[in-house]
C-alpha cells in the first residue's frame, strides 16, 4: 500500500557515535545466538538416549508377529544408532565420489523431465496448439 | 517529423546515462560469472538478466508504466513480494524441504559452529554504524554477513525499506549478499589457512552416526518449539524452513514436500532474481551507499569464516584427544549451503588427499542458516 | 540490563499462557494422527504444523508483523487467500482434474445417494440455530456435515467472516470440518451398523457398465449447465470443479490438467493448511463457541451419514430384487473423498468377505462433493 | 481490505427461537440439492441412449476406411457400452487388489520423482549453486 | 412461499436471456473445435468453459460475489492478472524456456519476415480508427494482427480497459485474437495460393547450418539489448521472454527453465484462459462493437499473411538465384507459433512433396512473435 | 484498485477522419518494426564472424591437454558452423518424420507423467488422505 519509497537521501555525517545501546544490542543478539543453538544442542544430544529407552522398553511388550509387521518400517531404528555400519559407510563412500568426479552426473536426472517435455519445443508446442495440423483439414 | 523525434525521446539512446552503461556491464559480469565459473548461477543467472531489464533507460514517469519503481508496471506488482517480505519464507519452506539434517542431528554440538560464525553478522552491525548507518539500516547490512540471501532480504525489507525515515537498501543488501555467496570459494580459503596450522587441517572427524526417521521427525518440531519460544520474531523464516522440512521427513507428505522443493522454490526464485535484479536501476543504485555496503560485506564474510574457525579451535581446548573438530569445518558455519562446505572439504583434501570433510562441514553448513535466521529475529525485535 | 530485559519481553516465555500450551498440543496430536495413523496427512500435518507456528506467544501489536491476523506478517498475506474465499476454488479445480467421476455416469441413480446425506448440513444449521448461532453463523458450521473441507473454507469465509455481525469462526469450522473427515473411519462404522441389517450389508451390487469417452466429456459440461443455472452460487465451486474435470477429460489438454493435480493443487494445500492453522491463535480460537462447533460437527457427520444410508433403504423399496443398492454406499454420499467409500468398502467385506463395494461407494462419494457444494451455493443465496 | 475482522464477540443468548423461515431454509435447501442431482441423474440416464443411436446412425453412413482411421480412438466407444467386458472386470480386481494389498505400492511412483530430484539434496543444491566447485578455481 | 420465490429468483431461469444462450453456444463451439479438431486446445478448453462459467445467469450486484466484473469474487480477482497485464509477461517466460531461436540465429534474415507480416497490425490499426474507434481502441484492436494472444492482452489491457474515456476492449480483442490464431489453418492457404506461383512455392532452400551453444546464450541478451534500446516499452513483453530464453539456453538453470515452461505457464494458461472466457459475460460482450472487432480481426490476419508473403517475394529480387526465400514462408512471419509455419510446410508439400519448409518457417515464426512484440511497444509509446 | 470499468458506452459517430498523425503511427510504427528486426539481422549475421576469429585465436594459445579437457564441451563449436553435417541432416529429416508420421506419440512420454501420479486417483488420491484406511484400525 504505502510504496512512496524513500530513496537514497543524502548521506548521513559518519561521525554518528557507536551508542551503548548499540553495543549492547550485538553483545546480546551474539549470546542469543549461542543460546538457542546451545538449547537445540542438548535437546538433541539428549533425544537418542530418550528414544532408545523408549523403543528398548517398547520392544519387550511387543509379540514376535507385531516385530516381523513393523520389520520393514522401523529397520534403521533397530541398528545400533551410535556407530556407522559398513553399508552407510559405503554410500557415503559413493556420495563423495560422485560428488568428486561426476559433476554432470548430476544433471542426467533431468533426462527423464527432457523426455517428459520435449513435446513441448516450437515444432509442438502444446501452448500453441500442437495437434492443429492443417492437413487434417483436407481429409 | 515530430512524431519520429517523439518516439525517438522514448527510446533507450535518448535516456542512456553512463550509469545504465556501468549497470548492464555490472549485468553481463554476473551472467558470465554464472555460466562460465557456474557461481549460483540458479541466482545469478537471474538478478544477472533483471540488472539488465532494469537498466534499459527509458522514459520515466509518463504512464509507460515499465520501471520497477512505477506504479501500476509488472515489475513493480512481483517486486511487491520482495518488499513485502513474502518471496523469502516461501523459499524458506522450499530449502526446509530439500534440506537433510541427519548429519546436525548425529552431531548436535557442530550447531555451536553455526552460531560462531554469526559474528560477521554483529561485527558487520557495529561497522556500518561507525560509518554513520541508523541503527535499523545497519542492522540490515550486517545480515549479509549471515551469507543468506532470503534472510538478508526478508530483514532489510523490514529494517532498510525507505519507511521510518531509513533508506531503502534492499536492492544493494541483496546484491551483496548474493555475490559474495558466489565469491564464497574466493573469499574463505585464504582466511582458512591463515588461522589454521597444517595439523589442524589434517584432523580426522569420527564418522556421523546414523540417525532414525523418528529423529528426524522430531528435529523440525522440536527445533521449531525451542528456537521461536526463544526468538518469535525468527517464526516467518524458521517456521516455514521446518515446516518444510517435517513436510519432508514426515513420510506422509511426500507430494507437498515434492512441490515446495521444486516447482514453487522455482516459480519463486526466478521472480525473485529477475525483480531483485531490476531493483539495481541505476539511478538508485549507483550511490556511495552501495560502495560502502559492499565493502561492509567483504568484511563480514571474512569476520564470519573467521568467528566459525577459531570457535572450533576454542571447542576442541576441552574436547579429547581422539575426538577433536577440525578446524576448517567452523569455516562452513557461514551458511553459502552447498558452498562453503564444499571449501572446507577441498581445503581438507589439500592437507590430507584422503580426509573427507564434506559430511561432516553440512552441519555447521544448515546450522549456519538457522544461526542467521536467529539473528535477524534478535535484529528485529530490538530495531524492528 | 534494560536491553536483555526488553529482550526477554519478546520471547515466547514471556508472552506464554495456558492457552498457548493446549493449541500446541493439539497442534502435536494432529500430525501424531497424520503419520502414526496417517489420517489425511496432506492436510494434518500443514494444519498441525499451522497450529503450532501460530501459537508460539510472541508480543502482538508492536510492530513486528509475525502473527496470522497482523496486517502486513506474511502469514496474513498468505491467511487473505482463505478470507477471500480464492484457494477453495483452486483446490476444487484440482480435485476435479483428478477425479473420475466414471462410476457416477455408469449408475447415475446413485447421484441421488449424494444428495440424501446432505441432511447432514440442514439439521446441523437447525441445531445450530438453536444454540443461538446467528443464521448466517449457523449455515456456516452446518456445512460441516457436508465433509469437505473447501466448501466449509468458502461458505464460512462468505457467511461467518467477522464482518456484518457475524463472529468470525472461519477457523473453528475448517479444524472441525477437516477433524472430521480425518476421523471418518471412526465415526461412520457404528452408525451403519446401527442402521443396517446383516442382509442388507451383504447386498451384492451389478458391476457397473464400461463409460465412453464421449460421456466424460459430457460430464462436467452438462454437469455444470445444470447444477449451475439452478444454483448460481454454486458457480465459485462447482465451475471449477467441473472446469478441472474438463481438463482431465478433453484429452487435448492433458498438461494442464496435469499442473492442476499436480503442483497447483500441492502449493494452495500448503498454503491453506499452514494457515488455517494458524488462524487458530488461542487467544481467539479457545471459546465456548469452538467448542459448541465441535459438538455440532460430531452430530453431523452422525445424521449426514444416516442420511445416506437411510435414503438407499428407502430406494431398494422400488428397485427390483435383483438390483438393490447396498446400504453400506450411502454412508458413501458425506463426501469425505475417498475415506468414506473405503468405509463402505471395509464393512461389506466384513459381512461378505467377497463383495467390495469400492467402486460403487465412489459414485456417491463423488456425488456428495457436487451435493454439498450444491448446498453451500443454496445457503448462500440465502443468507449472503 | 476491510480486514478488521470482529472476532468472537460475547455469546448471544441461546433463547433465539428457529424461525419459521429458518425451517424454511433448511426443507427448501434440502429438496434443492435433490431437485438438482435428481435432474442430473435424469440426465445422465437418457445420454447414453442419445449417444447410442447417434452413433450407430453415424457408424452406418461411415465407410471402411474412416473405420480404421478412427479405430484406435473410438475403440473403448465400439463395445456394448451396457456391460462390463471380461477385460474390464479383470481391470476392477486388479484395481481392488492393489487397493487391498499393496499400499506402500501407492508411494513407489514417487520414486521417479525422488531420482529425478536426487540432485537437490543439500549436498548438490542446485538453488544453492551446486556445480560452484571451489576446486575449479585452481585448476 | 415466500422463501421459494425468492430462491426462484436466484436461479439461472429467473435471470435468463438470450444473450446468455447465444454466448453459452459460442463457448460449447469453442469446446467443440478444440476436441473435435484440436484447434489450439490449451486455449480453446479452458476459454471455451470459461465462456460457459461466465455466461450462467445470476442475479447480479446482490452481494453473491459470482460475476467476474463483481468486486470480491473469485473470478474478479484472479482476473486482476489480466487486467492489470501481468498474466502475458508471465506467458512469455514461459514461452521463452520453451523456444528454440536456432533457425532464426543460423538465418538470420529471415528476421525480416516476422518483421514484414506485422503490417496486418497497423493497417488494422487504421481500419479501425476509420470504423470509428477511438486512437487508443484502435491500436487494441490493430495488435489482433499481431497473432498473438498475451500481446493482444496485454496491449488492450493499456489501452483499452475502460479507462481514459475507452472502451474495455479486453474481452473481444482477446477472444479474437485466439479465435483467429485457432483458425489460421483456415485462414491462411487461399491467401498463400493467391499470391504465389507453383514455381515460387516449389523453391528449395539451403538447409540450415549448425548453431553454437555460444549463440544460443548470446541470443537472448543480445536480444534484449538491441530491441529493448530501440522500444523500451516493449521491455515487459520481450524482457520476460528473453529472460525465459536465457534460463533456457544458459545450461546451468535447467530447473528454471523447466519449471517455467510447465508449471509456471500451464498455472498462468488455465487461470487466463478461463478467466478471459468469463469476460465474455453476455451483457458486456454481445456489442456492436466485439462485431465489428471479429471483422477487423479477420482482416488483419489475412494483410499480415500477405506482408510476409509479398516481402518474401520482394527479398527473392535480390538474392542470388540459388539463395532464394520460398514465399510460403512469409506466411509464417504472422506469430501463431506453430500453426503457421505448419501451414507452410503443408502447402510446400502440396507443390513439391519432398520439400519440407517446417524448419525454415520457424525463422520467421518466431521472429513474429518478437515484431509483434515491438509493435505493441511502438504503440504503447504513441498512445499509452 | 480503480476497477470501475467504463463498458462499452455508446457507438462513437463513424465519421472521424483519420487524422495524419495516425497515419504517421502506423507509418513509423512499421518502420521501426522492421528497423528493430533489421538491426538483429545485422548483428547476428555478424556474430559468428567474431566468435569463429575469437575461437580460431583462443584455440592455438591453449594447451593439448586442455584441448582434451574441453573437448565434450565444445565439441559442437569446433565442427565447422557452416555447413551441416550429415547427422544433423539426419536428425532433421528424423525431426521431420516424427512430425509428419506420429502425432500421438507426442503424447506418450506424458505416460510418465501419469505413472508417476496415477496414485492421486480419487481410490488413493493422496490430498483426500489414501492411506487412511479404515481397516488398520481394527488391527
Ligand atoms: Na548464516
Ligand atoms: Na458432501
Ligand atoms: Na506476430
Redesign the pocket.
Known amino acids: 500500500m504505502n510504496t512512496d519509497i524513500i530513496m537514497y537521501h543524502l548521506p548521513i555525517p559518519m561521525l554518528l557515535e557507536i551508542t551503548p545501546e548499540s553495543w549492547l544490542i550485538a553483545g546480546v543478539g551474539y549470546t542469543v545466538v549461542f543460546l538457542v543453538l546451545l538449547v537445540l544442542f542438548l535437546v538433541f544430544a539428549t533425544i537418542p538416549r530418550i528414544l532408545g529407552t523408549y523403543s528398548r522398553a517398547r520392544k519387550m511388550g511387543r509379540d514376535f508377529q507385531e516385530n516381523l509387521r513393523q520389520a520393514g518400517k522401523e529397520k534403521i531404528g533397530k541398528e545400533d544408532p551410535t556407530i556407522v555400519t559398513g553399508e552407510v559407510a559405503a554410500a557415503i563412500a559413493t556420495a563423495l565420489n560422485l560428488y568428486l568426479n561426476d559433476h554432470h552426473d548430476e544433471e542426467n536426472p533431468t533426462l527423464t523431465i527432457n523426455k517428459i517435455s520435449r513435446n513441448y519445443s516450437p515444432w509442438s508446442s502444446k501452448i500453441y496448439g500442437v495437434m492443429n495440423t492443417p492437413n487434417r483439414n483436407n481429409r | 517529423m515530430d512524431g519520429i523525434l517523439k518516439l525517438y525521446a522514448y527510446t533507450g539512446f535518448a535516456n542512456f546515462t553512463w550509469g545504465h552503461l556501468v549497470m548492464i556491464l555490472v549485468g553481463l559480469g554476473f551472467i558470465f560469472l554464472a555460466i562460465r565459473y557456474e557461481y549460483e548461477p540458479l541466482l545469478l543467472v537471474p538478478i544477472g538478466f533483471g540488472i539488465l531489464i532494469g537498466n534499459i533507460p527509458f522514459m520515466e514517469n509518463v504512464g509507460l508504466q515499465l520501471g520497477i519503481y512505477e506504479q501500476g508496471s509488472v515489475m513493480n506488482y512481483l517486486y511487491k513480494g520482495v518488499t513485502l517480505g513474502i518471496y523469502p519464507p516461501l523459499i524458506f519452506l522450499g530449502i526446509g524441504a530439500m534440506t537433510d539434517f541427519s548429519t546436525l542431528i548425529s552431531s548436535p554440538r557442530l550447531l555451536l559452529l553455526?552460531a560462531a560464525?554469526?559474528l560477521g553478522?554483529f561485527i558487520t552491525f557495529l561497522g556500518a554504524l561507525y560509518l554513520g548507518f541508523l541503527p535499523a539500516e545497519a542492522a540490515a547490512i550486517g545480515i549479509i554477513?549471515?551469507?543468506?540471501g532470503p534472510?538478508a532480504i526478508f530483514l532489510s525489507s523490514k529494517l532498510a525499506n525507505g519507511l521510518n525515515g531509513t533508506q531503502n537498501l534492499i536492492g544493494p543488501i541483496a546484491i551483496a549478499a548474493y555475490s559474495y555467496m558466489a565469491l564464497v570459494p574466493v573469499i574463505q580459503p585464504p582466511v582458512m589457512r591463515l588461522l589454521t596450522s597444517k595439523d589442524e587441517r589434517k584432523i580426522r572427524m569420527k564418522p556421523p552416526r546414523a540417525v532414525t526417521q523418528q529423529e528426524k521427525i522430531l528435529f523440525p518440531i522440536v527445533g521449531l518449539l525451542l528456537t521461536a519460544f526463544i526468538t518469535p520474531s525468527a517464526l516467518p523464516l524458521l517456521g516455514m524452513l521446518f515446516f518444510g522440512n517435517l513436510l519432508k521427513e514426515s513420510t506422509v507428505t511426500k507430494r507437498l514436500a515434492e512441490t515446495a522443493k521444486s516447482s514453487l522454490i522455482d516459480t519463486v526464485t526466478i521472480i525473485l532474481g529477475v525483480t531483485v535484479g531490476a531493483s539495481t536501476q541505476a539511478s538508485v543504485f549507483l550511490t556511495p551507499q552501495s560502495i560502502q555496503i559492499f565493502g561492509l560485506g567483504a568484511a563480514s564474510f571474512v569476520v564470519?569464516t573467521a568467528g566459525g574457525i577459531l570457535f572450533a579451535k576454542f571447542m576442541n581446548l576441552f574436547l579429547p584427544k581422539d575426538d577433536k573438530i577440525n578446524p576448517l569445518i567452523g569455516a562452513a558455519?557461514?551458511?553459502?549451503v552447498p558452498d562453503s562446505a564444499r571449501v572446507a572439504q577441498t581445503e581438507g583434501l589439500k592437507a590430507d588427499p584422503n580426509n573427507h570433510l564434506l559430511m561432516h562441514a553440512m552441519a555447521p553448513n544448515v546450522a549456519?542458516?538457522?544461526?542467521?535466521?536467529i539473528?535477524a529475529g534478535i535484529l528485529l525485535s530490538y530495531l524492528g
Open positions: 553455526g560464525a554469526q553478522i554477513g549471515g551469507a543468506d534472510t564470519a558455519g557461514v551458511s553459502a549456519g542458516v538457522i544461526g542467521s535466521a539473528a
